[in-house]
């Protein structure tokens, strides 16, 4: 499979982020403007399989999501990480275009997190944050492809696109 697809490599505005291809446990980050490294290298314990940088804000507020070899959802600060796991059996996670909401599908359900950045004051007060849609019509293994304003769209493993209205 090539290296460089849309789960192994994340752009926002300011920052690059890619799962390192010699170890495929760690995260490297860049900046967009010098090409330079961002602090070290964040090294999971499992290999990731997918990430996701949010896209509004500066990038000393920079997020990023990633899905980790089990399905665990963790997400972290891209300066001074501190990961946090979020949810487990998680297929696909993707940050809103224009805010900080957060779409996954997390246990055949579409969960949404309005403000997923609370997590890092309260555990308790994130699930107070989320929407949770039934995830039956987006069949097996569905993939979010764009989630814009409070429209997510899915692909399912037939190929067809679903959208869903989350607000």
């Known amino acids: 499979s090539e290296f460089l697809n849309s789960e192994s490599i994340s752009i926002s505005v300011d ?3 890619v799962i390192d291809r010699s170890d495929s446990k760690s995260l490297r980050f860049f900046e967009t403007s010098t090409g330079k490294q961002v602090g070290e290298p964040l090294v999971h314990n499992l290999e990731i399989a997918e990430l ?3 896209q509004t804000g500066p990038s000393t507020e920079r997020k990023l999501v990633f899905i980790d070899r089990n399905r665990d959802l963790y997400i972290t600060p891209v300066i001074k990480p501190q990961l946090v796991k979020m949810g487990t059996m998680c297929d696909s996670a993707m940050w809103n275009d224009s805010t900080d909401m957060l779409s996954t599908m997390i246990d055949q359900k579409l969960v ?4 997923p950045t609370a997590i890092f004051v309260d555990k308790d007060l994130v699930a107070m944050t989320k929407f949770v849609k039934d995830g039956a019509e987006f069949g097996k293994v569905p993939k979010i492809v764009y989630f814009h304003g409070s429209h997510v769209t899915v692909r399912r493993s037939d190929g067809a696109l679903v959208t869903a209205n989350v607000s």
Do not use: Q
């Open 15 to 17: 920052t690059l982020a």
């Open 52 to 54: 996701s940088l949010n």
């Open 112 to 115: 949404v997190w309005y403000y």
